[in-house]
């Protein structure tokens, strides 16, 4: 166990009902230092829900979430984010009147320590504090390959794209652990491999290209990728939990995870 890599997040018997609807029901998992966690099911399995409690969304009757070995099972949102964890969202959700460089922007203004209200101060330590804010948002902004679509209004730009921005959203925060909600739902095969590409990027860092934006030179070492597309989650994921109804029915790599039954019948139907 010792040489078993350190978990950073520690999901422990979760269960989150809607009236009569069992979103998720004892659900354990853990998410360890150094990996990608894909985490896949049929529709309505519980995926987004379990992201939603990770983040602090959503309160689960019962179970527990650790970060780093800190309970978090009550911690808001925005406190989470500047704790490390960052999500992006199956439906898009934008400012869609605002540019590319400010709906990033806007991401980060949770992590500000000066107010931009502060007045006369906004010539001191704001402004300075504010530049360094601009600078990392052009950093992602070049890492994504938006440099074009810098300064357009998000709401005209296609769907692919504002897909990516969310992307943007989340690495604006900094975080040290990234949710994914289906990062390339309804994208065609060329946009997803970009994005595979950018996930893989962001989970090793690029040090030599961005050595003054540490989220970008350092890499995010624990991301969980809610995926349908099997091609990709069997392509980029260490290791893959299965949920089906709520429960989670496997785990393990990807190779145990294509060859497991529970697994194939969950997928193709269920034996009446
Ligand atoms: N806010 C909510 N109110 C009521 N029921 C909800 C709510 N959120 C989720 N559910 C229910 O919880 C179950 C799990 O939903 P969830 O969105 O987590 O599924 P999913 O695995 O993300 O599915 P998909 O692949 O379609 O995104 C579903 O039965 C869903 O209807
Ligand atoms: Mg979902």
Redo the contacts with the bound molecule.
């Keep these: 166990m010792e040489t078993e890599r350190r978990a950073k997040l520690k999901i422990e018997n979760l269960t989150?009902r809607?009236?009569g609807?069992l979103?998720?029901f004892d659900v354990s998992l853990d998410v360890r230092e150094n990996e990608i966690l894909a985490v896949i099911?049929?529709?309505?399995?519980?995926?987004?829900?379990?992201l939603?409690c990770i983040n602090g969304f959503?309160k689960p009757q019962e179970g527990k979430i650790f970060y780093e070995g800190r309970k978090i099972t009550r911690v808001r949102p925005d406190k989470l984010a500047k704790l490390g964890i960052a999500r992006t969202f199956?439906n898009i959700e934008l400012y869609t009147g605002l540019s590319t460089q400010d709906n990033i922007m806007a991401a980060r203004h949770g992590l500000m320590r000066q107010s931009f209200l502060s007045g006369a101060l906004y010539f001191g330590r704001a402004r300075r504090e504010e530049i360094e804010h601009r600078r990392t948002v052009e950093e992602i902004i070049d890492f994504l390959e938006m440099a074009p679509m810098r300064k357009k209004i998000v709401g005209v730009l296609p769907y692919g794209i504002q897909k990516r921005i969310e992307l943007g959203r989340a690495l604006a925060l900094e975080p040290k652990v990234l949710l994914l909600?289906?990062p390339m739902a309804g994208m065609n095969l060329e946009e997803k491999e970009d994005i595979v590409r950018f996930i893989l990027d962001m989970f090793e860092g690029q040090g030599a290209t961005y050595p003054d934006t540490p989220v970008l030179r350092d890499g995010i070492r624990s991301i969980i990728l809610?995926e349908?597309d099997m091609g990709v989650v069997m392509d980029i994921a260490d290791r893959i939990v299965v949920?089906d109804f709520?429960r989670k029915i496997a785990e393990g790599t990807p190779a145990e995870i294509r060859t497991n039954p529970d697994v194939i019948k969950a997928y193709l139907g269920r034996e009446k």
């Design positions: 989150l809607f009236g609807v979103a998720l099911g049929p529709n309505g399995a519980g995926k987004t829900a379990l939603n959503y199956q909600d289906e809610v349908h949920l709520g």
